[in-house]
Structures are given as C-alpha cells and as structure tokens.
C-alpha cells in the first residue's frame, strides 16, 4: 500500500509559469484535499474533493484549479505562479464513511517561486 | 472568526511529562484532532476526540472539554523521537477542518 503520492517533492518555478502537483491515493478514499503550509500558520485548505467528478474551493483558493477525474488522482494546478505561492503543499484523503474521518497526508510537495 | 490557539514552542527534557494545550472558538463543533509532524515530513494521526474526557493511547492521552473549547495532549516518558510539531485541529459546524499553528516541542537530553 502506497497510501497518498505526491509529485514533486521539489520545485522551483519563475514567476508566471505554470505547473502541475500530482496527487494520487490507493487506498479508495472517496475525500481528497490540497492544502498549503506556511511559517507560523497552520494548514490552509486550497480545494478538496468528495468524489470523483466533484470538486470544491476551499479557504484560498485563488490562483489554483483542481480536476478529480479518477477516484484515485487529485492533480492541483498552478496557473501563474506567483511568489506568494512559495510554501509547502500537501495533499490528504480520507474516507468518509470511516467515523473519525482522519486524513492520510502525503510526503508534501515544498514549491518555491522566483 | 474561528480560531484555534496553541503555544508556538515548548521544550522539556527526555524521561519527563509534557502538556501541550488547545484552545479553540469555532462555529460548531465535530471533533478535535491531534497529528505529530516531524520536520520535513508530513502530519500523522495521533488522537481525536468527540466527547468530553481524556482518551488514552500508550505513552499519548488527549483530553477535551467542550463546554471550555479547550483540549490537550499529553506525552508521557519522552523520547528523542518526539521531537516534532503537534497539531491541533477542530472539526466545524459545516465539516471542515480548522488548524491551529502547530506547537514545536523540543526535548533535550
């Protein structure tokens, strides 16, 4: 069981290019979620997911899109990097039906933008 | 607004006890979470709590009170290892996480 995979797990980028996180789970979670990590704040949720061909802005949404075409892959896209989305990000799933609905995060993707 | 508040740094020595407090106001309430993240690595599941008490998990415990909107986490016997942030997390009204800042725990030898 490989759990939650991200890639990459490096990335630098100069402003206003594009790029694509992969996010993908084998463990048939129904919930998937992107979230972002910042000094001295805690885990901000970006989009989130509750079945495939459903998707959801979560508290910062801007500057992000996500597609949930699969069950098993949560692709978050960049569409013009800015600075300001210089972080950590991770990708979390979970299966609802489960009672606590804990989340199984991914290994984190740190993203630093020029 | 929603929030939760939790020390940014505590530090403790090796074989001793640490409490790490959580206290939140949110709009509704399902459930409170406690997750370890080491540095460098992804947050893992430590404890939740629904109800109101103390629930035990080998050298870990995590209490919550609902009426005060407060909840901590216990660590007992520390090791090296449980050098790491700890993560408090409530469950809202509308089912969405909120996440406090995290508490850097040190411990020295």
């Known amino acids: 069981n490989a759990g939650v995979t991200q890639t990459p797990k490096f990335q630098v980028l100069k402003t206003g290019q594009s790029m694509t996180l992969q996010c993908a789970q084998d463990?048939?979670?129904?919930?998937m979620s992107w979230y972002r990590q910042d000094p001295g704040m805690g885990l901000r949720l970006i989009h989130y997911?509750?079945?495939?061909?459903?998707?959801d802005q979560g508290e910062v949404p801007n500057g992000y899109n996500v597609s949930r075409s699969t069950t098993e892959d949560f692709p978050l896209r960049l569409l013009s990097a800015a600075p300001s989305q210089t972080s950590v990000y991770f990708c979390?799933?979970?299966?609802?039906?489960?009672?606590?609905?804990?989340?199984?995060f991914g290994a984190g993707s740190r993203l630093t933008v020029l | 607004g929603q929030n939760i508040d939790q020390p940014t740094e505590m530090t403790a020595t090796e074989g001793a006890i640490v409490q790490i407090n959580c206290t939140y106001q949110?709009?509704?309430?399902?459930?409170l979470f406690w997750y370890q993240q080491h540095a460098g690595e992804a947050p893992t599941f430590l404890s939740y709590?629904?109800l109101d008490g103390l629930e035990e998990k080998g050298r870990f415990s995590s209490f919550l009170s609902r009426s005060k909107g407060y909840s901590y986490l216990l660590l007992k016997e520390l090791q090296m290892k449980d050098s790491a942030s700890y993560l408090c997390?409530?469950?809202?009204?509308?089912?969405?996480?909120?996440w406090g800042a995290g508490t850097k725990l040190i411990i020295k030898p």
């Open positions: 463990m048939n979670h129904e919930y």
């Open positions: 997390a409530v469950r809202d009204g509308n089912y969405q996480l909120i």
């Open positions: 997911s509750v079945g495939a061909g459903i998707t």
């Open positions: 709590n629904v």
């Open positions: 979390a799933s979970s299966h609802p039906l489960t009672g606590a609905n804990v989340l199984t």
């Open positions: 949110t709009s509704g309430f399902n459930g």
